[in-house]
């Protein structure tokens, strides 16, 4: 079992519907956790960064990590077509970024 | 947040040929760099971790000898792909840390193409 899971999609919805793309893991060590968006053939870009329990909100970005059923979620509202991308969950237990668990990414498309 | 340049943006290249991407952090310092590597559709594989003024550590299955790692200032790191063949194809992420903690920038990437 790799020690974060998140479905590849790709998952399809429509301009203005809520998105929710979800991460789970299984190293209960895991206190820090970060959303990152990626474009096609570009690096990866830091959207949202939590640590432990909770939720954060940043626009119409909504993180929430439930510690508990080890269950993280990223939430987008008012999605739109320049949000489809590749989003990926990255998990980590603290004392420097070595050590940072990637998913392997949900390919988010929004259909215009 | 905290930027990394990564340059080349794309290289292509014959057989045989060697290769060096550079990665700065432009507005930090970074003690530890990293370099991923990533084929289409698949997430990131870290390949190494580059050490300011030490030997780079890389993950089992990647040949230091081939990927050979330079970590020569607080800024810099450089991946040289050395002797490149076509299965080296693939694009090349570096990523950095502020202060060694938990937030990880990433460079824009390089796409590497072997003919």
């Known amino acids: 079992q790799k020690e974060v899971e998140q479905d590849p999609g790709p998952l399809s919805v429509p301009e203005g519907a809520i998105v929710s793309l979800n991460c789970t893991y299984s190293?209960?060590?895991?206190?820090?956790f970060m959303w990152y968006r990626q474009y096609s053939r570009k690096g990866p870009e830091l959207l949202m960064y939590t640590y432990s329990s909770g939720n954060k909100e940043d626009g119409r970005f909504t993180a929430q990590v439930d510690k508990s059923s080890k269950y993280i979620s990223l939430f987008i509202r008012d999605s739109q077509p320049s949000d489809s991308a590749t989003y990926l969950c990255?998990?980590?237990?603290?004392?420097?970024?070595?050590?940072?668990?990637f998913g392997k990414g949900t390919h988010l498309i929004i259909q215009p | 947040g905290a930027v990394v340049s990564q340059h080349p943006s794309r290289v292509i290249c014959k057989s045989g040929t060697s290769v060096k991407i550079e990665c700065r952090s432009l507005?930090?310092?970074?003690?530890?760099m990293f370099w991923y590597r990533q084929f289409p559709k698949q997430s990131l594989m870290l390949m190494a971790t580059?050490?300011?003024?030490?030997?780079?550590?890389?993950e089992q299955g990647v040949e230091k000898d081939k990927f050979l790692i330079n970590h020569a200032s607080l800024t810099l790191s450089t991946l040289t792909v050395t002797s490149a063949h076509p299965e080296d194809s693939s694009f090349y992420i570096c990523?950095?840390?502020?202060?060694?903690?938990?937030?990880?920038?990433f460079g824009s990437g390089t796409q590497l193409s072997v003919l």
């Open positions: 990255a998990c980590h237990s603290g004392g420097g970024a070595d050590g940072l668990t």
């Open positions: 580059s050490n300011e003024g030490s030997k780079a550590t890389y």
């Open positions: 990523s950095a840390s502020p202060m060694a903690g938990e937030k990880l920038f």
């Open positions: 190293n209960s060590a895991f206190q820090y």
């Open positions: 507005d930090f310092q970074a003690t530890t």
